[in-house]
């Protein structure tokens, strides 16, 4: 299970691009040098950088087979046949094994709604011990994983809310010692083929396979503070309650 994970940003980069003072290309361009980057306290002091910790009900940038730039959707999958906003907080992982079985996935499986989840690092925490571990890669690249996305719109009022889940698979050997499952995280030339229309669903499908763990590193982090719970509200951005 995945349900928190972070990206790195820049101060001031979201508005320069809604202000029209940087291209989409040159905003995708910097969101994903940003996300290669080895970050280290003195290096977020001195570039303005922040990591921000993603939990289902977030916003989170992802890129789209759609648009293909950087857009913000909410952490949570909400399939089009949905009826209470509160099911995010239960489709937030889609096993990669049953992704063309259950009703939650599959429909925008097959409809070509996959889109690309920008990242730095995905964390887990050993129960007994409470200690978090984060895992990323150890090359200045960015984790992108694989993901699935919706435009669900709400019945009552016709607000509608871009929505995502990150696909899982087995965890490879980096992983397992802590967590049987991981995020898909694909690699420079499987992210075009996602990303591409054209490309067979069968082609697609053998994509969802664990990364190398050679690839990976896995070093120990601070714990979560744990946080009393707060209503949840359709039109604010709350962490996940574990």
Known sequence: ?????????????????????????????????????????????????????????????????????????QFGLLPEWSKDYKDFRKNFNARSETILEKP????????NQRCLIVSSAFFEENKKTKQRYRFSLNKEEPVLFA?????????????????????????????????NRMPVILKKEAQKKWLDKKMNLELIYELLQPISASMMIAQETNPLERKKKKEIKKDSQLGFEF
């Open 104 to 111: 939650t996935w599959r429909k925008a499986f097959q409809k």
């Open 1 to 73: 299970m995945c349900y928190n994970y972070s990206y790195i940003q820049k101060r001031g980069l979201k508005s320069s691009h809604h202000a029209g003072e940087i291209t989409e290309q040159e905003y995708l361009e910097q969101v994903l040098q940003l996300n290669g980057t080895k970050i280290s306290d003195s290096i977020i002091a001195e570039n303005n950088l922040e990591e921000q910790l993603v939990f289902p009900g977030l916003e989170a940038p992802v890129i789209t087979i759609e648009k293909l730039t950087v857009e913000d959707f």
């Open 147 to 179: 993901g699935i996305y919706n435009n669900w719109i709400d019945k009552t009022d016709g607000v509608v809310i871009p929505t995502f889940a990150i696909i899982t698979c087995e965890a490879n050997e980096t992983v397992a010692p802590y967590h």
